[in-house]
């Protein structure tokens, strides 16, 4: 059985995929939160989050970039979507913009006061449109609680994660940023939340939040 380090800041953002993931997997794996910017030179890309797989004959395997992270891990637990290339590619489209919310969001924490405004209006926009247009993709899915199909997938939980995450928004964080994902607004993604919250897969994950 391979054991896991992953490496990320202290923060709720781009590694709470992998999180959730690792957890339910029941693999062992360790956080590790690195000195920044001192470490930054050490990481593969000179950014987190970081992955590295120690198989069991002590090879070991060093992945970076959030989405790649996340997608090797859904596939070792057989949670991607496998009902042909063209729901592939929309799973991928999708979780890609989970990514740039996220993105926006921690911008606005780390900028510049004077930039702060620009990167709300950007969000705002964002946001907006992203509850439209994945809210469309789940009423043509039935509204069941998932975007493919009637069972839990990686687009589920990834989307489970990013609306737990910005629920818990921390020190500088855009205003209201939760809004747009809120019951009210945006139904059928709080469906997929509470389906995803209840289930076996997210519960080790959902027992760390309390």
């Known amino acids: 059985m391979s054991t896991y380090v992953l490496r990320y800041f202290p923060i709720k953002a781009r590694a709470e995929v992998a999180r959730l993931l690792l957890l339910a997997s029941g693999d062992k794996f360790t956080n590790v939160i690195p000195e920044w910017p001192e470490e930054k030179d050490n990481q593969p890309l000179g950014q987190l989050p970081v992955l590295i797989e120690t198989l069991e004959d002590g090879t070991e395997f060093e992945l970076s970039d959030s989405i790649a992270i996340e997608k090797y891990l859904a596939r ?30 921690i911008a606005h924490m780390y900028a510049p006061e004077d930039s702060r405004e620009f990167i709300e209006a950007q969000y705002r926009s964002k946001a907006e449109a992203f509850v439209k247009y994945h809210e469309k993709i789940l009423a043509e899915n039935g509204s069941n609680g998932h975007y493919f199909g009637s069972k839990t997938t990686y687009m589920d939980i ?33 469906k997929v939340y509470e389906t995803v919250q209840t289930s076996s897969i997210a519960a080790p994950y959902v027992a760390t939040l309390k």
């Open 76 to 105: 070792k637990s057989n949670l991607l979507v496998k009902s042909g290339p063209m729901d592939t590619a929309r799973e991928d489209q999708l979780s890609s913009q989970i990514k740039d919310v996220i993105d926006m969001h």
């Open 158 to 190: 990834a989307l489970f994660a990013f609306i737990t995450s910005i629920r818990q928004p921390g020190e500088n964080a855009i205003e209201g940023c939760a809004d747009y994902f809120s019951k009210r607004n945006a139904p059928g993604l709080n």
